[in-house]
Every structure is written in structure tokens, then in C-alpha cells.
């Protein structure tokens, strides 16, 4: 673990090659996430996630993917089922608060089933972000309802599923996306909210659940709080409002530092992230170039980001032992009365 270093990365393609292998055996980062470019079939998957972790030379290495259900879902059918937007899991809650805890626990549970399959130990779930009214699409029916209250539920729940096949998830987007009026994969979102109004809505389900053991940072820029920088290299964020007001102690990963919201090359962009007090920085599009900027600016896990990095590695197991088909059959006939009642 101390020979990692703090930077999860992704790869291009649906194996890797000479040179991928050769960067990581010589980096050692502390993960790989996937996409949907890297996933055709179950044996070249689990194979993929295998070289990898032989790479750097250890068994229980993170491999994170973006498995949320609706359009964010990178295994699909029928390499993992189709699972709705986390809309319909707020929708069912809407209409009985059990039946969408209920639901929401069951989907994290599910999702456990499908990727400890390929080997896949973290999920980024759940989208924690409370979306305005006038909020860009890009959370939209990603996020699980509109009241904080029941977002901080229903991720809780979520969350307890996950865990409970084994599969560690990761918050997001920390303080909140949902008042973005812009896509971060593309242009710098700018939030106006005065402070009171972020910490009465965008922070309160990330403070109810500050004690997950991940959380991924949102690409904004936040006036009230650092009008300069956003969230992701803000020092003021990471440290008075993500570690101090909302009282994450967790392991704190940048969104994907390709996107482009943030500006400079990559050099300037992980030295940054790094003195704003994040622990690993997130490379996801695969271009080696940019990754050998990143691996050059990224050091050694070390510290208090090591001992987070640990206490997740700790964490990691092979789940209870639910039958995933009742499961499944459980989850579809909620799904199923709800979408009947629309």
C-alpha cells in the first residue's frame, strides 16, 4: 500500500497494452477505473481487471466503475441488467418511504452482485447532488430526489446494500452538483448559492452520510465559498467545508481531471489538487500522455491519505450470501408497481 501512489487511472481500450502495463508496473497507482470502451464480454473483462491488478502487484487493488442504472450504467445488458435512473427509486419513496428504502437497498445490493463477478470492488454511487429547479441535465435523473432528507435516506440505503455484497461505494458529487447550470465535462460550472443556502440543501446529505468511507469532488466553482478555484482544488473547500462542515474524514478523490471544466495541463491541474489537501487524483479517458503528466505530479499515498486508503482496503470482502436472483425478483416487482402507477 505505502508503494502506491494517489491516483486511480483509467486504460484505452478492452485490453492493455505493452505500454499501459509498463506505466503501471513503474507508477503503481492505487486503482483503475472502467468505462464502457473496456467492457465487451465477461472473460475479457474479468481478464482486464486481472492484468491490472497483477501490474501493480496487488490482489485487492481498487477497480471503481460508474455502475449507477439509466444512461450512467457501463455494463449493460447482458453483462449486468438494466437498472432505472435513481429518479424512480425517489419516485417510489415518494409514494412509501419503505418501498423506496426497500428499493434503494436492493439496487446497491444488486449492483454488488454484478460487478464482484468481474472482480469489480468500488462502485461510484450514489449521486448525493440535490438538483435545482434549473439545473443542467447532467445530474438530473441521476440524482434520487429533490429534498435533502430524502436523498441523505435513500443513499443510506443505497450505500448499506452495496456494502453488504462487498463492493465499496464512493459519494458524489462533494459539496453538491445539483445547482450546476453547466456540464463539468465540458465548461467550469459557477454556483452563486450563498453558504446558508448550500449548507441548507447541497451539504445535508453528504453531512448524514460523511461517514462513507469515499468521496469524489464536483468540478464547481463555488463564489460564496472560493470564487477563484473550484471544489476540486479549492483549498478552502476541501478543508473548511468538505473536511470541516460537512466532517468527511474519508478517502477524498477528484471527479475525472480530463473533463474539461478545469483548465491548464495536467501538471498544473494535479499539483494543484494536491495542495488543496485532495488524497488521490481520478485520470479516466485512457490518453497515455496525459496520464504520464499526471503519474510525473502525483506522489506516494502517504500519511493521512494512506491511512484512508487502508481503511478502505480493510473493508473490502466477498459479501453476504443473498440469492441475487430473489433479490432481483424482489427489486423488479417494486419497480415494476411503481412504473404502473405512472
Not at 33 to 58: K, M, P, S, W, Y
Not at 148 to 154: D, E, G, I, T
Request: net charge negative; with cysteine; glycine share 8%.
Amino acid at each position: 500500500m505505502t508503494e502506491s501512489k494517489a491516483m486511480i487511472l483509467g486504460c484505452g481500450g478492452l485490453a492493455l497494452t505493452d505500454e499501459e502495463r509498463a506505466l503501471y508496473r513503474a507508477e503503481s497507482p492505487w486503482g483503475l477505473i472502467l468505462f464502457a470502451r473496456n467492457i465487451q464480454e465477461h472473460d475479457q473483462l474479468t481478464d482486464l481487471v486481472a492484468d491490472f491488478r497483477d501490474c501493480v502487484g496487488r490482489r485487492d487493488a481498487p477497480v471503481l466503475i460508474d455502475q449507477e442504472g439509466g444512461r450512467v450504467q457501463r455494463i449493460k445488458a447482458p453483462l449486468a441488467p438494466a437498472y432505472p435512473p435513481a429518479s424512480v427509486i425517489g419516485s417510489l419513496f415518494e409514494d412509501s418511504n419503505d418501498e423506496g428504502l426497500r428499493a434503494a437497498w436492493l439496487m446497491g445490493r444488486l449492483h454488488a452482485c454484478d460487478l464482484s463477478a468481474y472482480g469489480i470492488n468500488v462502485d461510484c454511487i450514489p449521486v448525493l447532488d440535490v438538483p435545482a429547479q434549473n439545473g443542467h441535465e447532467v445530474i438530473g435523473n441521476r440524482a434520487l430526489a429533490a429534498d435533502p432528507s430524502a436523498v441523505a435516506k435513500l443513499g443510506r440505503a443505497m450505500i448499506d446494500g452495496l456494502s453488504a455484497g462487498g463492493v465499496q461505494p464512493v459519494m458524489k458529487h462533494m459539496p453538491g452538483h445539483g445547482r450546476a447550470l453547466v456540464d463539468s465535462h465540458h465548461r467550469m460550472p459557477v454556483v452563486d448559492a450563498t453558504l446558508e443556502q448550500l449548507e441548507a440543501s447541497d451539504f445535508v446529505p453528504f453531512a448524514a452520510l460523511s461517514k462513507t468511507p469515499m468521496a469524489m469532488t464536483a468540478h464547481v466553482v463555488f463564489t460564496a465559498l472560493d470564487p477563484e478555484n473550484p471544489a476540486t482544488s479549492s483549498p478552502t473547500v476541501i478543508n473548511e467545508i468538505i473536511r470541516g462542515k460537512i466532517g468527511f474524514d474519508g478517502l477524498l478523490m477528484t471527479d475525472d481531471i480530463s473533463m474539461k471544466a478545469l483548465s491548464g495541463d495536467f501538471a498544473a491541474k494535479t499539483d494543484a489538487i494536491f495542495r488543496a489537501g485532495c488524497d488521490v487524483v481520478l485520470h479516466c479517458n485512457g490518453s497515455m500522455q496525459e496520464m504520464t503528466e499526471v503519474c510525473a505530479h502525483t506522489p506516494e499515498l502517504a500519511g493521512a491519505a494512506a491511512d484512508r486508503a487502508r481503511f478502505v482496503m480493510s473493508l473490502f470482502n466477498d459479501g453476504d450470501a443473498a440469492d441475487p436472483s430473489e433479490l432481483r425478483a424482489e427489486f423488479d416487482g417494486l419497480i415494476a408497481r411503481k412504473m404502473s402507477l405512472v
